[in-house]
Nanobody, 123 residues
Framework: QVQLVESGGGLVQAGDSLRLSCAASGRTFSNDPLGWFRQPPGKEREFVAVSNWSGGSTYYADSVKGRFTISRDNAKKTMYLQMNSLKPEDTAVYYC????????????????WGQGTRVTVSS
């Protein structure tokens, strides 16, 4: 099993940028598709982005497309989420996880969830 730890969250203003990191330990990291999810206050966890093992195939939620970029450095066993032009509606706890099987947009298809990192965007 892979274990994941998120970091990089914080309090920013609308229009600012943040880069989240997801550090992995445990079994092989480079073979696993990895995804980012977020959970806004009072809402369910939602898909943000996913990357295949090489980073060559990526998919994004419509709400973040063009503003967020998912990437990974398999040598460092770290995945990133570059978030630009942040909006108040991006406020959430952000999680990373490894895709097991099934629909890559659904959180139940993932495992190895980290503890999350909080992002707060003020208007």
């Amino acid at each position: 099993q892979v274990q994941l730890v998120e970091s990089g969250g914080g309090l920013v203003q609308a229009g600012d940028s943040l880069r989240l990191s997801c550090a992995a330990s445990g079994r092989t990291f480079s073979n696993d598709p990895l995804g980012w999810f977020r959970q806004p206050p009072g809402k369910e966890r939602e898909f943000v982005a996913v990357s295949n093992w090489s980073g060559g195939s990526t998919y994004y939620a419509d709400s973040v497309k063009g503003r967020f970029t998912i990437s990974r450095d398999n040598a460092k066993k770290t995945m990133y989420l570059q978030m630009n032009s942040l909006k108040p509606e991006d406020t959430a706890v952000y999680y990373c996880a490894a895709l097991n099987e099934g629909n890559w947009r659904r959180p139940e298809s993932y495992y190895g969830w980290g503890q999350g990192t909080r992002v707060t965007v003020s208007s």
